[in-house]
C-alpha cells in the first residue's frame, strides 16, 4: 500500500510556473510508476505526464510537451511536475498517481491503483 500527498497547486497568471510535488509513504517509491493526470470542471480525467521506475523514462502529452518536465527524487520518495509557459487552459486539479506494475500504460488511468487527493491549478489570462 502507497499513500500520495500533492502539494504546490495555486493561482497564477499566464506564462507563469508551478512546481508540483507528490510525496508518498509507505514501500519503497521507485518500485512504482508514477503518472500526473488532471481533470476540469465538467471533463473527464485527462493524462499529462508520467515517469518510468524502471529507467526514468517520461512520457507526456501533446498539449503540455515543451512545457512541462516530470522528474523523481526517490531518496525523498517524491515526484515533481514542473510547469512552465501556463494557460488558462491547464486550469485544472492535477492527481498524481502510481502503480507497480511491471509495464504500465501511462496513458490509462485505469492503469493505477494509487492515486492522491489532488491540487488545485487555477491560470488566469
Known amino acids: 500500500q502507497v499513500q500520495l500527498v500533492e502539494s504546490g497547486g495555486g493561482l497564477v497568471q499566464a506564462g507563469g510556473s508551478l512546481t508540483l510535488s507528490c510525496v508518498t509513504s509507505?514501500?519503497?517509491?521507485?518500485?512504482?510508476?508514477v503518472g500526473w493526470f488532471r481533470q476540469a470542471p465538467g471533463k473527464e480525467r485527462e493524462f499529462v505526464s508520467g515517469?518510468?521506475?524502471?529507467?526514468?523514462?517520461?512520457v507526456y502529452a501533446d498539449s503540455v510537451k515543451g512545457r512541462f518536465t516530470i522528474s523523481r527524487d526517490n531518496a525523498k520518495n517524491t515526484v515533481y511536475l514542473q510547469m512552465n509557459s501556463l494557460k488558462p487552459e491547464d486550469t485544472a486539479v492535477y492527481f498524481c498517481a502510481a502503480d507497480d506494475a511491471t509495464w504500465i500504460n501511462f496513458r490509462s488511468s485505469n492503469a493505477f491503483d494509487y492515486w492522491g487527493q489532488g491540487t488545485q491549478v487555477t491560470v488566469s489570462s
Open positions: 509507505g514501500r519503497a517509491f521507485s518500485n512504482y510508476h
Open positions: 515517469i518510468s521506475k524502471t529507467d526514468g523514462s517520461t
